[in-house]
């Protein structure tokens, strides 16, 4: 069975932003649509480092959304194991170039 997620991100005036992995598509056409019929407003989302932004769209704003289908390889959602090195020890009797 093939795991797969929706990764969205939004393009405002030029700048891009990748959006956190519950944000929805079709939530933020609805929320810009409104800002633009209202002349202005808001589009609050959450980044996929975990800020929430409040970026003002007006008519003149330029905006582009694009979804990804990212395929993940394990279906296990638990982060992997990564072996880091032991640090190296010394004694007080080691001198500098003892640990080299």
Partial sequence: ??????RVHVTIDGVTHALAPLENADDLRRQ?????HAQGGFLTVTTD??????????????????????????PSA???RVDRPTPRTHDEDDMPFDLI
């Fill in 78 to 80: 638990e982060p992997q």
């Fill in 32 to 36: 810009i649509l409104s800002a633009v």
């Fill in 1 to 6: 069975m093939a795991h797969s997620i929706e």
């Fill in 49 to 74: 480092d975990g800020r929430k932004m409040s970026i003002l769209v007006t008519p003149a704003t330029s905006a582009t959304i694009a979804v990804e289908t990212v395929h993940l390889s394990s």
